[in-house]
T-cell receptor, first 114, second 113 residues
Framework: NAGVTQTPKFQVLKTGQSMTLQCAQD?????MSWYRQDPGMGLRLIHY???????DQGEVPNGYNVSRSTTEDFPLRLLSAAPSQTSVYFC?????????????FGPGTRLTVL | GNSVTQMEGPVTLSEEAFLTINCTYT??????LFWYVQYPGEGLQLLLK?????DKGSNKGFEATYRKETTSFHLEKGSVQVSDSAVYFC????????????FGSGTRLQVQP
């Protein structure tokens, strides 16, 4: 199993450009989520999904779109990049059965918006 | 809303020193509590967890006890190693609603030989 994979690892954008951060998992997890990590602020939830076709907003959703057409993939779209979106982005997945369900994190995408 | 507060870093220790990283939380209801570790250039890995009051999570020599009366989940290790240098995040998760993790701001640990 590859676990949770993210591409690209690094990206530099100019203000106003759009791009998609890719996230995929091969563990058949229903729950997937996107976080951003900023210095001194821990990780904050952007969007999440409890299964294919179902998405919802997290703490800081503005400026980001998501879709979940398959169980495996959960891409994050930046429609018009802004310098405030410079951050490290992490994707995570977990099962949703009863009891404790560990979240598995991808290696992250470091995004710089100029 | 839910929140997690952990001590600011960096924490700098000599090898074999005792480690404590404080973590307190605010939550409506009864969360599960976690410590995650992030090594340089990597994603987050689950270090340990506790899902109910008085549970003790442990892994790789690290321990933390879920204290409901003080709403705390302090991380401890008796003898740190250089390889423990990393950023440590305390987090909580509710079993209903978003089921997402709420993280503290992270504490950087630097262990010197």
């Amino acid at each position: 199993n590859a676990g949770v994979t993210q591409t690209p690892k690094f990206q530099v954008l100019k203000t106003g450009q759009s791009m998609t951060l890719q996230c995929a998992q091969d563990m058949n997890h229903e729950y997937m989520s996107w976080y951003r990590q900023d210095p001194g602020m821990g990780l904050r939830l952007i969007h999440y999904s409890v299964g294919a076709g179902i998405t919802d907003q997290g703490e800081v959703p503005n400026g980001y779109n998501v879709s979940r057409s398959t169980t495996e993939d959960f891409p994050l779209r930046l429609l018009s990049a802004a310098p405030s979106q410079t951050s490290v982005y992490f994707c995570a997945s977990s099962p949703t059965g009863l009891g404790f369900n560990e979240q598995f994190f991808g290696p992250g995408t470091r995004l710089t918006v100029l | 809303g839910n929140s997690v507060t952990q001590m600011e870093g960096p924490v700098t220790l000599s090898e074999e020193a005792f480690l404590t990283i404080n973590c307190t939380y605010t939550a409506t209801g009864y969360p599960s509590l976690f410590w995650y570790v992030q090594y340089p250039g990597e994603g987050l890995q689950l270090l340990l967890k506790a899902t109910k009051a008085d549970d003790k999570g442990s892994n790789k020599g690290f321990e933390a006890t879920y204290r409901k009366e003080t709403t705390s989940f302090h991380l401890e290790k008796g003898s740190v190693q250089v390889s423990d240098s990393a950023v440590y995040f305390c987090a909580l998760r509710m079993d209903t609603g978003r089921r997402a993790l709420t993280f503290g701001s992270g504490t950087r640990l630097q262990v010197q030989p």
